[in-house]
Nanobody, 111 residues
């Protein structure tokens, strides 16, 4: 299964965006993570969702970001609220048990 991210853009601080991660096939049995890479920094995990719908977030985004999934649409979402300039990064989704990365989608938080 290959994943493709979309939904990035430019948003002001305090704003919201929803990113989508669409699979080329069924994703229902996969744990899927969202990751991000800011300029000059290493790629980091943002959070993940299990095939049972349980979620985990890193402290920096907890209570602001929400990961959800719609297996009927082979899609995982990343709802990002109260965005901060430090959230600026390229965002990627990935199957937990895969080393394959997509192109990502750019999120820029700026006035």
């Amino acid at each position: 299964v290959q994943l493709a991210e979309s939904g990035g853009g430019l948003v002001q601080p305090g704003g919201s965006l929803r990113l989508s991660c669409v699979g080329s096939g069924s994703i229902s049995s996969y744990v899927i993570g969202w990751h991000r890479q800011a300029p000059g920094k290493e790629r980091e995990l943002v959070g993940f969702i299990t095939y049972g719908g349980h979620t985990h977030y890193v402290p920096s985004v907890k209570d602001r970001f929400i990961i959800s999934r719609d297996d009927a649409k082979s899609t995982v979402y990343l709802q990002m609220n109260n965005l901060k300039p430090e959230d600026t990064a390229v965002y990627y989704c990935k199957l937990r048990d895969s080393n394959a990365w997509g192109r990502g989608t750019q999120v820029t938080v700026s006035e």
